[in-house]
């Protein structure tokens, strides 16, 4: 029972999340384990590719809120989970569900491709 309550509590979390969270070495595995879907930006603020991406990642967020988490991972400043998941290109886009990596996606592309990769596993 009260596991159940706790998923309630974090699909109400879900729900009222409306920007992307900012992600750390500490935090990372926290947050990828605590929520069913969630689809990591990997990047940097030098990184032309990643600026551009950025609105078309935030608004994905916005388009999915209650289903789908977005959070960005600054590779520069956490080193450590870069590391960790062998992020050697940036911007990466990884899909997290329940904990465990389903999707990447390295470099930019389409809105679309990033609603495909979504839509696949939405439950």
């Known amino acids: 029972m009260k596991k159940l309550q706790q998923v309630i509590k974090d699909k ?3 729900k009222n999340i409306k920007e992307p969270l900012n992600l ?6 926290q947050t990828i384990n605590k929520f069913p ?3 990591v930006d990997f990047w940097a603020p030098w990184c032309g590719p990643c600026r551009m991406m950025a609105p078309i990642i935030d608004q994905s967020g916005k388009d999915y809120q209650g289903k789908l988490l977005v959070g960005k991972l600054n590779v520069d400043e956490n080193p450590l989970i870069a590391s960790q998941l062998a992020i050697s ?3 990466t886009l990884i899909l997290f569900k329940k904990g465990k990596a389903v999707n990447k996606i390295i470099g930019s592309v389409s809105r679309n491709r990033i609603d495909e ?3 696949m596993h939405l439950e």
């Open 12 to 14: 109400e979390l879900l």
């Open 117 to 119: 990769m979504v839509k």
């Open 89 to 91: 290109s940036i911007p």
């Open 24 to 29: 750390d070495d500490t935090t990372f595995f």
């Open 37 to 39: 879907l969630i689809l």
